[in-house]
Protein backbone atom coordinates (compact mmCIF):
# COMPACT_ATOMS: atom_id res chain seq x y z
CA UNK A 1 0.00 0.00 0.00
CA UNK A 2 2.68 2.62 1.11
CA UNK A 3 4.65 3.52 -1.84
CA UNK A 4 6.46 6.42 -0.42
CA UNK A 5 9.31 4.86 -0.08
CA UNK A 6 11.82 2.59 -1.60
CA UNK A 7 13.20 -0.54 0.46
CA UNK A 8 16.99 0.46 1.05
CA UNK A 9 16.09 4.35 0.99
CA UNK A 10 17.56 5.35 4.04
CA UNK A 11 17.34 9.16 4.91
CA UNK A 12 17.30 8.62 8.55
CA UNK A 13 20.90 9.74 10.35
CA UNK A 14 21.77 11.40 13.68
CA UNK A 15 20.26 14.55 12.06
CA UNK A 16 17.14 12.88 11.58
CA UNK A 17 16.90 12.44 15.52
CA UNK A 18 17.64 16.15 16.10
CA UNK A 19 15.46 17.58 14.42
CA UNK A 20 12.47 16.16 16.27
CA UNK A 21 12.62 14.63 19.64
CA UNK A 22 13.19 11.33 19.35
CA UNK A 23 10.22 8.94 19.57
CA UNK A 24 12.25 6.11 20.85
CA UNK A 25 10.83 4.22 23.82
CA UNK A 26 7.83 6.17 23.89
CA UNK A 27 5.05 4.03 24.97
CA UNK A 28 2.62 2.92 23.10
CA UNK A 29 -0.67 0.62 22.95
CA UNK A 30 -2.45 -1.05 20.54
CA UNK A 31 -3.89 0.38 18.19
CA UNK A 32 -1.58 3.73 18.51
CA UNK A 33 -0.01 5.59 15.24
CA UNK A 34 3.59 5.78 15.22
CA UNK A 35 5.19 8.42 13.00
CA UNK A 36 7.14 6.40 11.01
CA UNK A 37 9.17 9.30 8.75
CA UNK A 38 9.22 6.66 5.91
CA UNK A 39 10.37 3.59 8.24
CA UNK A 40 8.84 0.48 7.50
CA UNK A 41 7.00 -1.25 9.83
CA UNK A 42 8.83 -3.87 11.92
CA UNK A 43 7.40 -6.44 14.80
CA UNK A 44 4.61 -4.66 17.15
CA UNK A 45 3.50 -3.11 14.34
CA UNK A 46 1.20 -3.14 11.44
CA UNK A 47 0.40 -0.46 8.35
CA UNK A 48 -2.89 0.90 7.07
CA UNK A 49 -3.30 2.95 4.34
CA UNK A 50 0.47 4.11 4.51
CA UNK A 51 0.05 4.57 8.26
CA UNK A 52 1.88 2.52 11.24
CA UNK A 53 0.17 2.05 14.25
CA UNK A 54 1.54 -0.69 17.08
CA UNK A 55 -0.30 -4.06 17.41
CA UNK A 56 1.36 -4.34 21.25
CA UNK A 57 1.51 -2.83 24.67
CA UNK A 58 5.40 -1.59 24.52
CA UNK A 59 8.33 0.82 23.58
CA UNK A 60 8.98 2.12 20.47
CA UNK A 61 12.23 1.50 19.06
CA UNK A 62 13.57 3.15 15.38
CA UNK A 63 15.80 0.22 13.75
CA UNK A 64 16.21 1.68 10.42
CA UNK A 65 14.69 0.79 7.93
CA UNK A 66 12.39 -0.67 10.72
CA UNK A 67 10.21 1.01 13.17
CA UNK A 68 9.29 -1.44 15.95
CA UNK A 69 7.90 -2.14 19.26
CA UNK A 70 9.38 -3.81 21.78
CA UNK A 71 6.88 -5.85 23.83
CA UNK A 72 6.89 -4.83 27.61
CA UNK A 73 4.52 -7.66 28.66
CA UNK A 74 3.58 -11.04 27.11
CA UNK A 75 4.62 -14.42 27.08
CA UNK A 76 8.14 -15.62 26.52
CA UNK A 77 8.44 -16.06 22.27
CA UNK A 78 11.75 -18.04 21.98
CA UNK A 79 14.52 -17.41 20.23
CA UNK A 80 17.20 -20.33 18.76
CA UNK A 81 20.01 -20.50 21.26
CA UNK A 82 18.12 -19.11 24.11
CA UNK A 83 18.63 -21.23 27.56
CA UNK A 84 15.11 -21.60 29.07
CA UNK A 85 14.12 -23.13 32.63
CA UNK A 86 11.19 -25.14 31.75
CA UNK A 87 9.39 -28.23 33.80
CA UNK A 88 7.94 -31.49 32.29
CA UNK A 89 4.07 -31.07 31.41
CA UNK A 90 3.73 -35.03 29.83
CA UNK A 91 5.90 -38.25 29.01
CA UNK A 92 5.93 -40.21 25.51
CA UNK A 93 7.77 -42.36 24.75
CA UNK A 94 10.49 -40.85 23.19
CA UNK A 95 10.40 -37.30 24.28
CA UNK A 96 8.80 -35.47 26.72
CA UNK A 97 6.86 -32.06 26.28
CA UNK A 98 8.16 -29.19 28.84
CA UNK A 99 6.59 -26.20 29.36
CA UNK A 100 8.94 -23.23 28.71
CA UNK A 101 6.07 -20.17 29.25
CA UNK A 102 6.22 -20.11 26.08
CA UNK A 103 2.77 -20.05 23.81
CA UNK A 104 3.57 -23.95 23.41
CA UNK A 105 4.76 -26.62 24.76
CA UNK A 106 8.53 -27.35 23.30
CA UNK A 107 8.90 -31.56 22.93
CA UNK A 108 12.42 -32.52 24.31
CA UNK A 109 13.37 -35.39 22.11
CA UNK A 110 15.25 -38.10 23.67
CA UNK A 111 18.26 -37.57 21.75
CA UNK A 112 18.61 -34.51 22.38
CA UNK A 113 19.75 -35.22 26.45
CA UNK A 114 23.12 -36.48 27.64
CA UNK A 115 21.46 -40.22 28.55
CA UNK A 116 21.18 -43.61 26.41
CA UNK A 117 17.73 -44.41 26.50
CA UNK A 118 15.65 -47.05 25.69
CA UNK A 119 12.33 -46.15 23.44
CA UNK A 120 9.14 -46.48 26.31
CA UNK A 121 11.62 -45.42 29.10
CA UNK A 122 11.51 -42.00 29.26
CA UNK A 123 9.89 -41.98 32.39
CA UNK A 124 12.66 -43.19 34.30
CA UNK A 125 14.96 -40.12 33.91
CA UNK A 126 12.40 -37.09 33.96
CA UNK A 127 9.03 -36.83 34.90
CA UNK A 128 6.20 -34.65 35.02
CA UNK A 129 7.10 -31.60 37.12
CA UNK A 130 10.65 -32.11 36.88
CA UNK A 131 12.51 -29.08 36.14
CA UNK A 132 15.25 -28.96 33.62
CA UNK A 133 17.63 -26.31 32.02
CA UNK A 134 17.27 -26.38 28.40
CA UNK A 135 18.00 -24.71 24.92
CA UNK A 136 16.02 -23.56 22.23
CA UNK A 137 17.38 -25.04 19.26
CA UNK A 138 15.31 -24.96 16.12
CA UNK A 139 12.13 -22.98 15.55
CA UNK A 140 9.72 -24.24 13.04
CA UNK A 141 6.92 -21.90 10.88
CA UNK A 142 4.24 -24.84 12.55
CA UNK A 143 5.33 -22.86 15.83
CA UNK A 144 7.09 -26.23 17.10
CA UNK A 145 10.18 -25.09 19.11
CA UNK A 146 12.73 -27.71 19.56
CA UNK A 147 15.08 -27.86 22.27
CA UNK A 148 17.67 -29.89 23.26
CA UNK A 149 19.44 -30.65 26.77
CA UNK A 150 22.85 -31.55 25.69
CA UNK A 151 25.30 -28.64 26.40
CA UNK A 152 26.97 -27.02 28.96
CA UNK A 153 25.14 -25.86 31.56
CA UNK A 154 21.94 -27.48 30.81
CA UNK A 155 20.26 -30.30 32.19
CA UNK A 156 17.86 -31.58 35.09
CA UNK A 157 17.59 -29.12 38.01
CA UNK A 158 18.12 -30.94 41.18
CA UNK A 159 17.14 -28.82 44.84
CA UNK A 160 17.21 -25.30 44.78
CA UNK A 161 13.43 -23.55 43.89
CA UNK A 162 12.58 -21.39 40.35
CA UNK A 163 11.46 -18.16 40.60
CA UNK A 164 9.76 -16.30 38.15
CA UNK A 165 10.23 -12.71 36.29
CA UNK A 166 9.05 -10.98 33.34
CA UNK A 167 10.38 -12.21 30.35
CA UNK A 168 11.48 -8.78 29.17
CA UNK A 169 13.24 -8.23 32.37
CA UNK A 170 15.65 -10.59 32.14
CA UNK A 171 18.67 -8.29 30.55
CA UNK A 172 18.10 -6.36 33.76
CA UNK A 173 18.61 -9.64 35.74
CA UNK A 174 21.84 -10.60 33.97
CA UNK A 175 23.29 -6.87 33.71
CA UNK A 176 25.97 -5.38 31.30
CA UNK A 177 28.14 -8.33 30.84
CA UNK A 178 26.84 -10.80 33.46
CA UNK A 179 27.11 -8.22 35.73
CA UNK A 180 23.46 -7.89 37.57
CA UNK A 181 23.37 -11.90 38.32
CA UNK A 182 27.35 -11.75 39.65
CA UNK A 183 26.96 -9.14 42.20
CA UNK A 184 23.46 -11.17 43.18
CA UNK A 185 25.63 -14.27 43.50
CA UNK A 186 28.13 -12.82 44.99
CA UNK A 187 26.27 -10.94 47.66
CA UNK A 188 23.84 -13.41 48.85
CA UNK A 189 26.39 -16.37 48.08
CA UNK A 190 23.30 -18.12 46.34
CA UNK A 191 24.03 -20.34 42.74
CA UNK A 192 21.83 -19.00 40.36
CA UNK A 193 20.92 -20.07 36.23
CA UNK A 194 18.83 -17.10 34.41
CA UNK A 195 16.62 -18.67 31.88
CA UNK A 196 15.95 -15.88 29.01
CA UNK A 197 11.38 -17.15 29.41
CA UNK A 198 12.07 -15.28 33.09
CA UNK A 199 12.42 -18.05 35.28
CA UNK A 200 15.51 -18.20 37.81
CA UNK A 201 16.85 -21.34 39.29
CA UNK A 202 18.32 -20.22 42.74
CA UNK A 203 19.73 -22.27 45.51
CA UNK A 204 21.55 -21.78 48.93
CA UNK A 205 20.38 -21.36 52.32
CA UNK A 206 17.36 -20.83 52.84
CA UNK A 207 18.62 -16.57 53.38
CA UNK A 208 20.47 -16.42 50.43
CA UNK A 209 17.22 -17.55 48.38
CA UNK A 210 15.25 -15.31 50.10
CA UNK A 211 17.28 -12.10 49.66
CA UNK A 212 17.57 -13.43 45.82
CA UNK A 213 13.98 -13.08 45.79
CA UNK A 214 14.04 -9.87 46.95
CA UNK A 215 15.80 -8.87 44.72
CA UNK A 216 14.51 -10.71 41.06
CA UNK A 217 10.87 -9.00 42.43
CA UNK A 218 12.73 -5.62 42.57
CA UNK A 219 14.12 -6.23 39.24
CA UNK A 220 10.86 -7.72 37.86
CA UNK A 221 8.93 -4.54 39.02
CA UNK A 222 11.09 -1.25 38.85
CA UNK A 223 13.77 -2.65 36.35
CA UNK A 224 13.04 -0.05 33.88
CA UNK A 225 13.94 2.80 36.29
CA UNK A 226 17.44 4.21 36.32
CA UNK A 227 19.61 3.19 39.15
CA UNK A 228 18.95 -0.29 39.60
CA UNK A 229 22.47 -1.97 40.48
CA UNK A 230 22.48 0.79 43.76
CA UNK A 231 19.24 -0.09 44.64
CA UNK A 232 20.08 -4.22 44.20
CA UNK A 233 23.30 -3.35 46.28
CA UNK A 234 21.47 -1.31 49.04
CA UNK A 235 18.93 -3.97 49.22
CA UNK A 236 21.81 -6.60 49.44
CA UNK A 237 24.32 -4.60 51.16
CA UNK A 238 27.45 -6.12 51.99
CA UNK A 239 26.54 -7.92 55.08
CA UNK A 240 23.39 -9.68 55.44
CA UNK A 241 20.43 -8.14 57.02
CA UNK A 242 20.99 -8.48 61.36
CA UNK A 243 17.48 -9.83 61.51
CA UNK A 244 18.76 -12.87 60.22
CA UNK A 245 20.61 -15.42 62.55
CA UNK A 246 23.50 -16.83 60.35
CA UNK A 247 23.03 -20.98 60.56
CA UNK A 248 26.06 -21.62 58.90
CA UNK A 249 29.54 -20.42 59.47
CA UNK A 250 31.35 -19.66 56.76
CA UNK A 251 28.28 -20.33 53.99
CA UNK A 252 30.02 -18.27 50.92
CA UNK A 253 31.65 -21.08 49.47
CA UNK A 254 30.36 -21.28 45.31
CA UNK A 255 30.67 -17.77 44.57
CA UNK A 256 33.03 -18.50 41.90
CA UNK A 257 30.43 -20.17 40.18
CA UNK A 258 29.33 -16.57 38.74
CA UNK A 259 28.57 -17.35 34.79
CA UNK A 260 25.69 -20.24 34.54
CA UNK A 261 26.61 -21.82 31.64
CA UNK A 262 29.46 -24.49 33.53
CA UNK A 263 28.31 -27.73 35.01
CA UNK A 264 25.29 -27.86 36.75
CA UNK A 265 26.01 -27.27 40.50
CA UNK A 266 25.37 -29.82 43.39
CA UNK A 267 23.05 -28.68 46.11
CA UNK A 268 25.27 -27.44 48.42
CA UNK A 269 26.34 -30.24 51.45
CA UNK A 270 23.92 -29.83 54.77
CA UNK A 271 26.67 -29.58 57.62
CA UNK B 1 -31.22 0.50 41.40
CA UNK B 2 -34.04 1.83 44.25
CA UNK B 3 -37.04 0.96 42.60
CA UNK B 4 -36.66 -2.20 40.49
CA UNK B 5 -38.43 -4.50 40.88
CA UNK B 6 -41.96 -2.18 41.51
CA UNK B 7 -44.76 -2.22 39.65
CA UNK B 8 -44.94 0.25 37.71
CA UNK B 9 -42.69 1.96 35.33
CA UNK B 10 -40.64 4.23 37.19
CA UNK B 11 -40.32 7.68 35.74
CA UNK B 12 -37.48 7.71 33.60
CA UNK B 13 -36.84 10.67 32.72
CA UNK B 14 -37.76 14.32 34.33
CA UNK B 15 -39.77 17.14 32.18
CA UNK B 16 -35.87 18.67 32.11
CA UNK B 17 -34.35 15.74 30.37
CA UNK B 18 -32.69 14.87 33.53
CA UNK B 19 -32.78 10.87 34.20
CA UNK B 20 -33.56 8.28 37.47
CA UNK B 21 -29.60 8.96 38.39
CA UNK B 22 -29.26 12.38 37.45
CA UNK B 23 -27.64 12.03 34.38
CA UNK B 24 -27.84 13.97 31.01
CA UNK B 25 -28.80 12.31 28.21
CA UNK B 26 -25.10 11.75 26.70
CA UNK B 27 -23.80 11.31 29.85
CA UNK B 28 -21.82 8.29 30.64
CA UNK B 29 -21.83 6.78 34.24
CA UNK B 30 -18.48 6.83 36.16
CA UNK B 31 -16.15 4.25 34.95
CA UNK B 32 -12.83 3.62 36.54
CA UNK B 33 -10.39 0.99 35.07
CA UNK B 34 -7.70 -0.71 36.65
CA UNK B 35 -5.14 -2.45 34.30
CA UNK B 36 -3.02 -5.58 35.80
CA UNK B 37 -4.72 -6.56 39.42
CA UNK B 38 -4.10 -10.20 38.81
CA UNK B 39 -0.49 -11.82 39.32
CA UNK B 40 -1.35 -15.55 37.88
CA UNK B 41 -2.99 -14.00 34.85
CA UNK B 42 -1.27 -13.71 31.64
CA UNK B 43 -3.19 -9.94 31.50
CA UNK B 44 -6.14 -9.19 33.73
CA UNK B 45 -8.15 -5.74 34.25
CA UNK B 46 -10.64 -4.68 36.58
CA UNK B 47 -14.01 -2.81 35.22
CA UNK B 48 -15.87 -0.30 37.74
CA UNK B 49 -18.46 0.96 36.12
CA UNK B 50 -21.72 2.67 37.56
CA UNK B 51 -22.70 -0.38 39.91
CA UNK B 52 -21.08 -2.87 38.18
CA UNK B 53 -17.76 -4.85 38.84
CA UNK B 54 -16.56 -7.00 36.52
CA UNK B 55 -12.99 -8.93 36.19
CA UNK B 56 -11.06 -9.96 33.16
CA UNK B 57 -8.20 -12.49 32.87
CA UNK B 58 -6.22 -13.40 29.80
CA UNK B 59 -4.60 -16.79 29.63
CA UNK B 60 -2.23 -17.12 26.45
CA UNK B 61 -1.69 -17.89 23.50
CA UNK B 62 -1.22 -21.35 24.99
CA UNK B 63 -2.00 -24.61 24.20
CA UNK B 64 -5.08 -25.45 22.80
CA UNK B 65 -7.32 -27.41 24.92
CA UNK B 66 -9.72 -29.76 24.21
CA UNK B 67 -7.07 -30.02 20.80
CA UNK B 68 -9.64 -30.73 18.29
CA UNK B 69 -10.39 -27.08 18.29
CA UNK B 70 -6.83 -26.72 17.70
CA UNK B 71 -6.35 -24.42 14.22
CA UNK B 72 -2.90 -25.28 12.63
CA UNK B 73 -2.76 -21.29 10.71
CA UNK B 74 -3.82 -18.67 13.70
CA UNK B 75 -5.16 -19.05 16.91
CA UNK B 76 -8.50 -19.27 18.43
CA UNK B 77 -10.36 -16.98 20.86
CA UNK B 78 -12.29 -18.32 23.52
CA UNK B 79 -14.17 -16.31 25.69
CA UNK B 80 -16.01 -17.08 28.69
CA UNK B 81 -18.26 -14.91 30.62
CA UNK B 82 -19.77 -15.84 33.31
CA UNK B 83 -21.86 -13.75 36.10
CA UNK B 84 -21.54 -14.52 39.97
CA UNK B 85 -24.73 -15.68 42.13
CA UNK B 86 -23.87 -13.31 44.01
CA UNK B 87 -23.88 -10.16 40.99
CA UNK B 88 -27.50 -9.89 41.18
CA UNK B 89 -30.27 -8.86 43.75
CA UNK B 90 -31.92 -12.28 42.93
CA UNK B 91 -29.45 -15.24 43.55
CA UNK B 92 -28.66 -16.22 39.78
CA UNK B 93 -28.20 -19.93 39.36
CA UNK B 94 -24.39 -20.46 38.73
CA UNK B 95 -23.24 -21.83 35.70
CA UNK B 96 -23.89 -21.72 31.83
CA UNK B 97 -26.90 -20.66 30.03
CA UNK B 98 -28.46 -19.74 27.10
CA UNK B 99 -27.99 -15.61 28.05
CA UNK B 100 -24.18 -16.43 29.00
CA UNK B 101 -23.39 -18.69 26.49
CA UNK B 102 -24.33 -15.98 23.80
CA UNK B 103 -22.21 -13.18 25.37
CA UNK B 104 -19.49 -15.05 25.27
CA UNK B 105 -19.63 -15.50 21.80
CA UNK B 106 -20.19 -12.39 20.69
CA UNK B 107 -17.11 -11.36 22.86
CA UNK B 108 -14.96 -13.58 21.19
CA UNK B 109 -16.22 -12.72 17.69
CA UNK B 110 -15.92 -8.83 18.36
CA UNK B 111 -11.68 -9.53 19.40
CA UNK B 112 -11.26 -12.12 16.65
CA UNK B 113 -11.38 -9.64 14.64
CA UNK B 114 -9.06 -7.40 15.85
CA UNK B 115 -7.08 -10.15 17.36
CA UNK B 116 -3.73 -10.86 15.13
CA UNK B 117 -4.20 -14.68 15.69
CA UNK B 118 -1.87 -15.45 12.67
CA UNK B 119 1.17 -15.20 14.30
CA UNK B 120 0.68 -17.80 17.25
CA UNK B 121 -0.80 -20.77 14.84
CA UNK B 122 -2.04 -24.10 17.01
CA UNK B 123 -2.71 -21.46 20.20
CA UNK B 124 -5.72 -20.75 22.07
CA UNK B 125 -6.36 -17.12 23.82
CA UNK B 126 -8.42 -17.70 26.40
CA UNK B 127 -10.18 -14.78 27.93
CA UNK B 128 -12.68 -14.98 30.88
CA UNK B 129 -15.25 -12.40 32.14
CA UNK B 130 -16.41 -12.45 35.80
CA UNK B 131 -19.40 -9.92 36.51
CA UNK B 132 -19.22 -9.91 40.37
CA UNK B 133 -21.62 -6.95 40.46
CA UNK B 134 -23.84 -6.24 37.91
CA UNK B 135 -26.33 -3.45 36.65
CA UNK B 136 -26.80 -3.47 33.18
CA UNK B 137 -24.48 -2.92 30.03
CA UNK B 138 -22.10 -5.98 31.77
CA UNK B 139 -21.35 -7.47 28.41
CA UNK B 140 -19.90 -3.65 27.69
CA UNK B 141 -18.23 -3.59 30.59
CA UNK B 142 -17.03 -7.39 30.01
CA UNK B 143 -15.86 -6.13 26.62
CA UNK B 144 -13.86 -3.47 27.71
CA UNK B 145 -11.94 -5.24 30.81
CA UNK B 146 -11.39 -7.73 28.56
CA UNK B 147 -9.73 -5.62 26.25
CA UNK B 148 -7.45 -3.72 28.67
CA UNK B 149 -6.26 -7.39 30.17
CA UNK B 150 -5.52 -8.32 26.23
CA UNK B 151 -3.53 -5.50 25.97
CA UNK B 152 -1.99 -6.28 29.27
CA UNK B 153 -1.49 -9.93 28.27
CA UNK B 154 1.05 -8.53 25.38
CA UNK B 155 -1.60 -9.88 22.37
CA UNK B 156 -0.91 -8.40 19.41
CA UNK B 157 -4.16 -6.58 17.81
CA UNK B 158 -5.32 -4.04 15.81
CA UNK B 159 -6.47 -1.85 18.96
CA UNK B 160 -8.53 -1.60 21.80
CA UNK B 161 -11.97 -2.72 22.04
CA UNK B 162 -14.32 0.35 23.76
CA UNK B 163 -18.25 -0.77 24.32
CA UNK B 164 -21.00 1.13 25.28
CA UNK B 165 -24.68 0.46 25.47
CA UNK B 166 -27.24 3.06 23.91
CA UNK B 167 -31.17 3.03 24.28
CA UNK B 168 -34.24 4.72 23.90
CA UNK B 169 -35.75 6.09 27.18
CA UNK B 170 -39.20 7.71 27.28
CA UNK B 171 -38.89 8.68 23.97
CA UNK B 172 -35.28 9.24 24.30
CA UNK B 173 -31.80 8.28 22.62
CA UNK B 174 -29.74 8.32 25.75
CA UNK B 175 -26.11 6.80 26.55
CA UNK B 176 -25.07 4.23 28.84
CA UNK B 177 -28.40 2.26 30.29
CA UNK B 178 -28.67 1.50 33.89
CA UNK B 179 -30.98 -1.38 35.10
CA UNK B 180 -34.12 0.99 35.68
CA UNK B 181 -33.87 2.17 32.28
CA UNK B 182 -32.96 -1.09 30.92
CA UNK B 183 -35.36 -2.68 32.27
CA UNK B 184 -38.37 -0.38 31.66
CA UNK B 185 -36.91 1.67 28.96
CA UNK B 186 -37.97 1.08 24.74
CA UNK B 187 -34.36 0.27 23.43
CA UNK B 188 -31.26 -1.62 24.54
CA UNK B 189 -28.10 -1.18 21.45
CA UNK B 190 -24.93 -2.64 22.80
CA UNK B 191 -22.20 -1.91 20.63
CA UNK B 192 -18.18 -1.91 19.97
CA UNK B 193 -16.27 0.26 18.13
CA UNK B 194 -12.21 -0.01 16.65
CA UNK B 195 -11.53 3.59 16.82
CA UNK B 196 -8.42 3.05 14.75
CA UNK B 197 -10.53 1.62 12.02
CA UNK B 198 -14.17 3.18 13.06
CA UNK B 199 -15.76 -0.48 12.50
CA UNK B 200 -18.04 -1.63 14.87
CA UNK B 201 -17.27 -5.46 15.85
CA UNK B 202 -20.32 -5.85 18.27
CA UNK B 203 -23.75 -4.57 17.41
CA UNK B 204 -26.87 -6.17 18.98
CA UNK B 205 -30.40 -4.52 19.63
CA UNK B 206 -33.18 -5.03 21.95
CA UNK B 207 -36.51 -3.29 21.52
CA UNK B 208 -38.05 -0.59 18.74
CA UNK B 209 -36.39 1.88 16.92
CA UNK B 210 -37.05 4.26 13.76
CA UNK B 211 -34.03 4.66 10.99
CA UNK B 212 -33.22 7.94 12.19
CA UNK B 213 -33.16 7.08 16.08
CA UNK B 214 -30.56 4.19 15.12
CA UNK B 215 -28.61 6.57 13.27
CA UNK B 216 -28.67 9.10 15.87
CA UNK B 217 -28.15 6.46 18.43
CA UNK B 218 -24.86 5.29 16.66
CA UNK B 219 -23.14 8.59 16.42
CA UNK B 220 -24.00 8.73 20.47
CA UNK B 221 -22.87 5.38 20.75
CA UNK B 222 -19.67 5.74 19.11
CA UNK B 223 -18.77 9.26 20.65
CA UNK B 224 -19.08 7.74 24.25
CA UNK B 225 -16.77 4.77 23.00
CA UNK B 226 -14.22 7.69 22.28
CA UNK B 227 -14.54 8.71 26.06
CA UNK B 228 -14.79 4.97 27.57
CA UNK B 229 -11.19 4.42 25.13
CA UNK B 230 -9.29 7.34 26.60
CA UNK B 231 -9.75 5.72 30.17
CA UNK B 232 -9.04 2.56 28.51
CA UNK B 233 -5.37 3.73 27.87
CA UNK B 234 -4.82 5.91 30.94
CA UNK B 235 -5.30 2.74 33.02
CA UNK B 236 -2.69 0.73 30.59
CA UNK B 237 -0.15 3.60 31.02
CA UNK B 238 -0.87 4.32 34.64
CA UNK B 239 0.16 0.51 34.94
CA UNK B 240 3.03 0.51 32.35
CA UNK B 241 4.94 3.89 32.58
CA UNK B 242 8.12 4.73 34.52
CA UNK B 243 6.59 6.27 37.69
CA UNK B 244 4.72 3.43 38.76
CA UNK B 245 5.29 2.97 42.30
CA UNK B 246 6.53 -0.83 43.56
CA UNK B 247 3.78 -3.16 44.21
CA UNK B 248 3.83 -5.10 47.27
CA UNK B 249 1.95 -8.31 46.20
CA UNK B 250 3.49 -11.45 44.80
Same mark, same amino acid.
Given at each position: ?271 | ?129 ? /??? #?? +? %???? $?? &? =?? @?? /??? #?? +? %???? $?? &? =?? @? ?5 ? +? %?????? &??? @? ?5 ? +? ?63
Amino acid at each position: MDSGHLPGHRTRGREGHSSHPSRDRTLVLPGEEIPSDGLRPGSGTYRVHGKVYASVLGLVAERPPFVQVLPLSGRYIPKAGDVVLGTVTDVQGTFWLLDIGAPRWAPLHMTGTPWRIEIGETDRYLRVGDAVAVRVENLEATGRIGVTMVGDGLGRLEGGTIITVSPARIPRVIGRGGSMIQSIQSLTGATMIVGQNGRVWVDGTPEAIGRVRQALRIIDLDGHRPGLTERIQDLLGSRPPDVTVPRLPAPPAEPELAIPDDELPEPPDEP | MGSVGAKEVPVLLSPEGIRVDGRRLDELRPLRVVAGPLHRADGSAFVEWGANKVMAAVYGPREVHPRHLQQNNKAIVQCKYNMAAFSVDERKRPGLDRRSQEISKVIAEAFESVIFAEEYPRTSIDVYIE /VLQ #AN +A %GTRC $AG &L =VA @AS /VAL #AD +A %GIPM $AD &L =VP @AVAVGKV +A %GEIVLD &LNK @AEDNFGE +ADLPMALVPQSGRLVLLQMEGHMTREELSRALDMGVKGCHVIYDKMKAALRDRYSAARPTEVAA
